[in-house]
């Protein structure tokens, strides 16, 4: 397919894809690059002009690449378990410890599913009028603006995901629209993983980074499990996909079943001292 491409074009299409997301090169659909590149040509424009807009990140043309390769997979409660542990196992423990508020982020939210689905489980699970919030970020501006409409199809309700909490409301047979009190507590920003996540949004008690790193470069699935773990408050939990690290993270601890993929940070109580010297016995 990629013949009549300048293969200066498509490596560099390649590379400012890898730069800007973090994928690996295997997991850059090689169709969707060329579709893009191919509708700059069919515009008129010569290659020679296109790879010169490519030498910057921040173009128009890296967004629409960008956009073209990322996967928007996403529904309600997708992995269910996880919303289990933290009504079961997580909110408890929070305030046990205290919590005032609690807040998560949806790491890769694409279309706002999972971060509403987070905020409907932490809302169900708190006292009554103790405050609430839920991030989510992505680098799909288009998909944010979906998740801020908050309106959804049957796609977003899968058999295999039920409904634990309240998260939506009907609208006809095939439509439905997140309810306002989940939706007041849900806010949306672009971020990029490979970047620390600006301190104006402060640190986490719950993040979600699921089926996102699984397409990374191994350096860039480190950088950001690196920045997830230090957006994390003290004895706060993060949440990977089923397959997407084989080791604990640094600084974190492994909670529950390996298959679960929860991570801790520990509290500052927890962290290890070493014991003091026995008292020395004077004859």
Known sequence: MSAGLDPRLLAR??????????????????????????????????????????????????????????????????????FRFI??????????????????????????????????????????????????????????????????????????????????????????????AVRKVTRFAAANLLAPLPERFGHFDFILCRNVLTYFSPSARDAAIGHLARSLTPGGLLFLGTVEVDRVPAGLTREGPPELQAFRKPRVEERSFAPPPPPQVLS
């Open 87 to 180: 009504a079961s196992e997580g909110v408890p423990s929070a305030l046990r410890h205290g919590a005032m508020h609690l807040r998560g982020w949806s790491a890769g939210c694409a279309t706002g599913e999972e971060a509403y689905s987070l905020a409907a489980c932490l809302l169900a699970c708190v006292p009554s009028g103790m405050p609430v919030e839920v991030v989510g970020t992505d680098l799909h501006e288009a998909s944010l603006e979906a998740a801020r409409r908050g309106t959804y199809g049957a796609w977003s309700r899968r058999e295999s995901a039920p409904a634990l909490h309240t998260v939506y409301e009907a609208h006809g047979e095939r439509q439905v629209s997140i309810v306002p």
């Open 13 to 82: 299409a390649r590379e400012v894809v890898a730069d800007t997301t973090g994928f690996r090169d295997d997991a850059i659909a090689q169709d969707a690059v060329e579709r893009v590149l191919r509708a700059e040509l069919a515009r008129g424009r010569v290659p020679t002009e296109v790879l010169s807009e490519l030498q910057q990140l921040g173009s128009p043309l890296a967004y629409t690449l960008v956009r073209a390769v990322l996967v928007g997979e996403t529904y309600f409660f997708r992995q269910p378990e996880h």
